[in-house]
């Protein structure tokens, strides 16, 4: 599998991505973002996947990189706003009006010039009022800053929110929080999953919590495997958690909502 990788989608990957798009290749998972005060469901986090014919399933980090560099991440997020949109009528009856849909926008579309456009369709194809969509943009690049600027301007108007990605982990300054205008942070996995290592690393995910609460941001930890995690998540006011114990990316048949809340529940009573 490894040798038709690099034979075949390493060796013309733009060809392969396009390829996969035309053939319906491309799904998309959903994982539960749970309120930690509540331990309900407050949205889904939309997660992307490639199942190959040959090669199998090609990791999301592959293939958004891939498509990154060969310029068919516009393309491919079209696509996976489409999918989103066929998936909405049954997504409606499974999550109350008000919850969130994460979605993850690359950087490069983000600047791109059919932006907008792109978005305003994907609107048109949504039930109104339902859902209020948040799109997750990871700190690792927001490179023209002017442009995001005015993006995020209309971005607010048209009703979207936006949240800083995998916080933690790039460039993302202080002088950025300032200057953007997030409405939420979400703390990258690596901050999570070496809680228990040392004070020190707690104290950081405090200081991160409380900064970002500094700037009325709505604070989301990824990544969130343990009991032990949870309950420093909740002591430490996050407001939401996401990870495998509140429960795993799934397709849209699988997503059991009520399952997930009422394991929630009952390790809350455990814990008290
Ligand atoms: P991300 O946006 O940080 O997404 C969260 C990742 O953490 C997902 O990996 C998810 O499956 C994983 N995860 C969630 N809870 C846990 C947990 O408790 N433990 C562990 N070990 N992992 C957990 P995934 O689906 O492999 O996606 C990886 C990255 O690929 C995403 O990171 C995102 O940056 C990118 N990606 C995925 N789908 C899309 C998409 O539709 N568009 C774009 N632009 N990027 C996407
Ligand atoms: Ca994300
Ligand atoms: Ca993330």
């Known amino acids: 599998l490894l040798s038709y990788y690099v034979l075949t989608i ?9 390829l996969a798009i035309k053939n319906d290749q491309f799904y998309v998972v959903y994982q539960p973002v749970v309120r930690s005060e509540t331990l ?4 889904v986090e939309v997660l992307m996947r490639w199942r190959h014919p040959v090669a199998g399933e090609i990791p ?3 293939f958004i990189n891939l498509a990154e560099t060969q310029q068919i991440i516009v393309p491919l997020t079209r696509h996976l706003l489409t999918l989103i949109a066929q998936d909405a009528p049954v997504l409606q009856t499974l999550l109350p009006a008000g919850s969130k849909l994460g979605i993850n926008i690359s950087p490069i579309h983000l600047h791109a010039g059919s932006f907008q456009q792109d978005l305003q369709r994907f609107t048109a194809a949504m039930p109104t009022d339902h859902f209020s969509v948040v799109l997750e943009i990871t700190e690792r690049a927001m490179i023209d800053k002017n442009r995001s600027l005015e993006n995020f301007d209309w ?3 048209q009703g979207f929110e936006i949240a800083i990605d995998d916080f933690g982990t790039g460039y993302a300054s202080l002088s950025y929080l300032r ?5 939420g942070l979400k ?4 901050f999570i999953f070496t809680l228990g290592d040392s004070p020190q690393n707690q104290a950081v995910v405090e200081k991160i919590i409380d900064l970002g609460k500094a700037y009325s941001m ?3 930890a990824e990544g969130v495997e343990t009991l032990e995690q949870l309950t420093f998540l909740m002591k430490n006011k996050c407001d939401e958690v996401q990870g495998y114990l509140l429960g795993k990316p799934s397709a849209i048949a699988d997503l059991n909502l009520n399952a997930a809340v009422l394991s929630a529940y009952s390790l809350g009573h455990t814990m008290n």
């Open 179 to 183: 200057k953007f205008q997030f409405d």
């Open 60 to 62: 999301p980090d592959v």
């Open 155 to 157: 971005l607010h108007e």
């Open 40 to 43: 309900q469901i407050s949205g």
């Open 187 to 190: 703390l990258d996995k690596s």
């Open 10 to 18: 390493k060796s013309d990957p733009r060809k392969e991505l396009l």
């Open 218 to 220: 709505e604070i989301t």
